[in-house]
């Protein structure tokens, strides 16, 4: 008799009696009694569980680590805020709670401090349990410098914050393994709303995260590729309804605004917030765009301090 520890599939499979395996089940079919032995179970519970997570190691294999919003490799992100930021991520909790716009426009010149803001917002929506997921951009990384592992990155940064996402996002790609050759409206579409939207109407669930954090959209290196991903957002609020609140940040460089000016979707609602002068160095669409101030007033007092607090946590 086999040792019910030996678990090699080949063995295994011929020891077996009667054995049919469909999708990422099995099912043992009549045989001689005492046919059933526990190492031909094993086995096929091995072989199959492989199956189940070809999907996930492939979002895996195709997302980029570096582009966490609490990657190691971002170490120089100091641990405290200072005045000016405390306000300003008051002014983007009061756009999270309080308006209706899906998109924040961060913006402001080099070393003015979106990245530490981005992140900050990204670990106070963390705690919250409202981060949905994440993209930091960097010109000098070659895994974050392009679209080619930005949907990956998404869909995996979605399925750890909505655990039950994750068999619907294996199922695509189990269904098409070469989902992440196809075009980014196409991965978008196939592996993140689809799977999503479902959910979101369940009306049985428990609030969903739904906030999502874009670092250094500018330092996507392909001015073209900075408008596909802008515009699956948009695409996202027009057609979807998906209750996603989306902050970018980036410089204000012309691409980048002519992006916020041209869109002509009618949910194209933004806020912005400038970290370089309390007045807009070039203006905005006034039909679209509403100013967020930092609030300097006793009423936002309480606010800034949780806030303050918040900040302290480590990256």
Known sequence: MDNIGD???IRSMISATSLMISGGNFSMTSGPAGSQRGASFLSVYKICSTKIHVGRDTIIQAASPNAFYDSRQHFETPKRLTGDQIAHMNAIRDWVFETETPLMWLYGPASSGKTVLARSIADWCAQDRLFLSSYFFSRTDSSRNSSSSFIATIAYGIAQAIPSVQPLMDRVVDKDPLIFSRSLET?????VLEP???LYQDASHE??????????????TQSNEQKAIFDLFTFAF?????????????RPERTIQDLFRGCRSPRCLYTTISLSNPVNAFELPPRDVQEATPKQTDETKPKQRRLRLLSIGTF
């Open 7 to 9: 678990t090699g599939p």
């Open 187 to 191: 991965q978008f579409v196939k592996l």
């Open 196 to 198: 999503l939207v479902g």
């Open 207 to 220: 609030p969903l995260p739904y906030v999502i954090v874009i670092d250094g959209l500018d330092e996507c």
């Open 238 to 250: 027009d057609s979807y309804s998906l209750p996603w609140k989306v902050l970018i940040s980036s």
